[in-house]
């Protein structure tokens, strides 16, 4: 069995700060990781994934997340937040010995102010 | 790709009535997940189909619930009897497993209130 932890379940910060949302898993086979963003009263939606190669991923609008094997983290960065980056991101976790159902965290909100 | 689409959006039924949900998948994809979301928590993972089958039901899934996903195009869950722990947001999400990275679109869901 698979489980997901997100340690932040809020993390407010100012426009143009850096955020780190920390993600932890814990697993018996090799995962696959990933990292969605649910913005205000829309679905989920893909920010980045890991699958294998560099343990350093980038999305599009300039989030990157970091596989750390030993610690068994996939957590998430931005070195300069929007007001627009408001919104609940979830790490989830695929077992590669299963069907490919997501195991998600819990969520962290990320308000972002001026 | 017009993306995953479901139906309705919101539903506000009396405990003890049916529901039936209607997820439409991207087209071209042959895997369709539905999770159930509470507020303040990830979505949960209810069942898995791939094509027709039905192939994994979580212990979540109890006996009121049924999938189905005939011909293997959309699908849709059913609770019979609706409990008030019912209430949640219903997602549906397809993929195209390994050939698109494990990538699942989720639809916007729909919002079951049990009164």
């Known amino acids: 069995a698979q489980s997901v932890t997100q340690l932040d379940s809020q993390v407010p910060v100012f426009e143009e700060a850096p955020v780190e949302l920390r993600c932890n898993y814990s697993?018996?086979?090799?995962?696959?990781l990933f990292w969605y963003v649910q913005y205000p009263n829309q679905g989920l939606q893909l920010l980045l994934k890991?699958?294998?190669?560099?343990?350093l991923v980038e999305s599009i609008n300039g989030f990157e997340a970091e596989f750390n094997k030993s610690q068994t983290s996939f957590h998430l960065r931005k070195p300069s937040v929007h007001i627009s980056d408001t919104a609940e991101y979830f790490c989830?976790?695929?077992?590669?010995?299963?069907?490919?159902?997501?195991?998600f965290g819990a969520g962290t909100q990320v308000v972002v102010t001026p | 790709d017009t993306g995953v689409s479901q139906d309705p959006r919101h539903k506000i039924t009396k405990r003890g009535q049916n529901v039936t949900f209607r997820c439409d998948p991207i087209?071209?994809?042959?895997?369709l997940y539905w999770y159930r979301q509470t507020l303040g928590q990830g979505p949960e993972f209810l069942t898995y189909?791939?094509?027709?089958?039905?192939?994994?039901k979580s212990r979540l899934l109890s006996d009121r619930f049924s999938a189905e996903r005939p011909k293997g195009s959309f699908s849709t869950l059913e609770i019979q009897r609706t409990e008030q722990g019912d209430s949640a947001m219903y997602l549906c999400?397809?993929?195209?497993?390994?050939?698109?990275?494990?990538?699942?679109?989720f639809g916007p869901g729909t919002r079951l209130t049990v009164t």
């Open positions: 890991y699958l294998s190669g560099s343990t």
């Open positions: 087209s071209e994809h042959n895997r």
């Open positions: 989830a976790v695929f077992a590669t010995d299963s069907w490919g159902k997501l195991q």
């Open positions: 999400a397809s993929s195209l497993g390994l050939e698109k990275g494990y990538e699942q679109y």
């Open positions: 697993s018996s086979v090799s995962v696959y």
């Open positions: 189909f791939q094509n027709e089958a039905q192939l994994e």
